[in-house]
């Protein structure tokens, strides 16, 4: 089971950090979202050691992925903040080790967390 949370309203250029916990040790997770009327995408992802990132182009040095295996929790810090950011998120597992780069290699997901960025 995951469960995300951190979303929020904040104005554009502002940051949020996302978390996701998990209630068990995953392996690869990574973080898609899905805007209203468009299909949900891939933005990030992270290997279990933490060791492997990928991110998608449109979030390249803005977003940083990491996570706490200790605390089975994955987050994603979010700066520079745009308009079209705004989106629900969805942290997301895999089994194995290696990355998943496309929203259908999840198979597990969370509830989601509404981040609204106001231009």
């Known amino acids: 089971q995951l469960q995300a949370s951190g979303g929020g309203l904040v104005q554009a250029g502002g940051s949020l950090r996302l978390s996701c916990a998990a209630s068990?040790?995953?392996?690869?997770m990574g973080w898609c979202r899905q805007a209203p009327g468009k299909e949900r995408e891939f933005v990030a992802a992270?290997?279990?050691?933490?060791?492997?990132?990928y991110y998608a182009d449109f979030v390249k040095g803005r977003f940083t992925i990491s996570r706490d295996n200790a605390k089975n929790t994955v987050y994603l810090q979010m700066n520079s903040l745009k308009p079209e950011d705004t989106a629900v998120f969805y942290c997301?597992?895999?089994?194995?080790?290696?990355?998943?780069?496309?929203?259908?290699?999840?198979?597990?997901w969370g509830q989601g967390t509404q981040v609204t960025v106001s231009s």
């Open positions: 997301a597992a895999a089994p194995g080790t290696w990355i998943r780069k496309n929203v259908d290699e999840y198979a597990y």
């Open positions: 068990e040790r995953t392996y690869v």
């Open positions: 992270i290997n279990w050691s933490g060791s492997s990132t």
